[in-house]
């Protein structure tokens, strides 16, 4: 069996804020073949997740491309591999049937060809939308219910703050923090979201980032007794703003620095001293250090979804041609929730 394949592809390494200049649709002929024994599995995508983290892999050079297998560099003029959900077209594994809806590593394409050992399950959307297993579900999900259960460690009464509090993981960590028993206040980027995270998702309060010329006093505001937990999707500025407003043996899981992807000449520089007297944790995290914890968070997380204790956002753009824009706008705040590209019809 042959047929075209167009995927989404960089002409070049990307240093810097993206553009639409950076990217280019290829077209490529994929073949393949049943009883070749290669066990592959030709998958047609249908939802594709679009993240931040993959403008890391994209650059000249990153130390993230060598901590990680699915963080290593992009290489121009082929496909980029993102997590999604698709439909079976033809399989050479007998656990996989034509027509079979799966998730797991797909691309920024049409189609993709699986190969053996890489990530690919069958999915029962148990009546949920399907976008919702490629973000709330997915690997976002993850990333939310493990860094704050895990890292930060909450405790029934605490304080919690949130930066980019709308995005795809910082709108699960406060839901699942105000499910838990906190205080939470999140940040975003504009009134609207500001707006949606109070009415919305149960944030006790939030503010508009923008809107305040000294963080710090504007912290100090928002938590008169202090911060405990600070879940930090940023980086920058908000960590050094977040850490002087630190309680003693609080906790700071890193998640995300987005702020500093696009600036390589960024880097913050919290209080060390605070750190050491405060007795502050700090610590980085990725969703793969919690996959033992997949069958807890997807069952709880389910439950909350069906219930309407726990809201899914999701923001999804049509077609193969928006995943470039899709892409670009993350870093200009332009998403409310999960960013997912539809690239065909379910």
């Known amino acids: 069996m042959e047929l075209k394949n167009r995927f989404i592809s960089i002409k070049?390494?990307?240093?810097?804020?993206?553009?639409?200049?950076?990217?280019?649709?290829?077209?490529?002929?994929?073949?393949?073949?049943?009883?070749?024994?290669?066990?592959q599995v030709l998958v047609q995508n249908l939802y594709v997740s679009i993240d931040p983290y993959q403008l890391n892999r994209m650059k000249s050079r990153s130390s993230s491309q060598t901590a990680i297998s699915f963080a290593s560099a992009i290489i121009p003029g082929e496909a980029i591999d993102t997590y999604g959900v698709g439909r079976v077209v033809e399989s050479e594994k007998p656990d996989f049937q034509k027509g079979d809806l799966v998730v797991g590593l797909l691309s920024w394409g049409e189609y993709t060809i699986v190969k053996e050992g890489s990530i690919l399950n069958k999915l029962d959307p148990m009546?949920?939308?399907?976008?919702?297993?490629?973000?709330?579900?997915?690997?976002?999900?993850?990333?939310?219910?493990g860094g704050f259960f895990e890292v930060c460690k909450p405790k029934k009464g605490e304080t919690v703050f949130v930066s980019a509090a709308s995005g795809s993981v910082g709108s699960l960590v406060g839901q699942y923090a105000k499910l838990f028993g906190c205080y939470v206040v999140g940040c975003a980027g504009s009134q609207k979201k500001v707006d949606l995270l109070k009415?919305?998702?149960?944030f006790d309060d939030a503010f508009n980032y923008k809107e305040e010329t000294d963080l710090n006093s504007a912290l100090k505001r928002y938590f008169p007794d202090g911060i405990d937990i600070y879940f930090d999707n940023v980086g920058g500025e908000m960590l050094e703003a977040a850490v002087v407003n630190m309680n003693t043996f609080g906790r700071v899981a890193v998640c995300g620095v987005i702020s500093e992807y696009v600036d390589n000449g960024k880097r913050a520089a919290p209080n060390m001293l605070d750190v050491v007297y405060k007795r502050i944790a700090i610590q980085g995290f990725l969703a793969n250090d919690y996959i033992k914890l997949y069958a807890d968070f997807f069952s709880t997380t389910m439950e909350h979804l069906r219930t309407g204790k726990m809201k899914a956002l999701t923001d999804i753009s049509y077609g193969l041609e928006s995943v470039p824009s899709a892409f670009i706008g993350l870093f200009r705040g332009d998403n409310v929730g999960k960013k997912i590209v539809q690239i065909a019809d379910e």
């Open 199 to 202: 009415e919305e998702l149960g």
């Open 12 to 39: 070049a390494s990307i240093d810097g804020c993206p553009q639409d200049s950076d990217f280019e649709i290829k077209t490529e002929t994929l073949s393949f073949s049943i009883g070749d024994g290669t066990k």
């Open 127 to 145: 009546g949920l939308p399907l976008p919702h297993h490629v973000g709330t579900l997915g690997f976002s999900g993850l990333s939310a219910y």
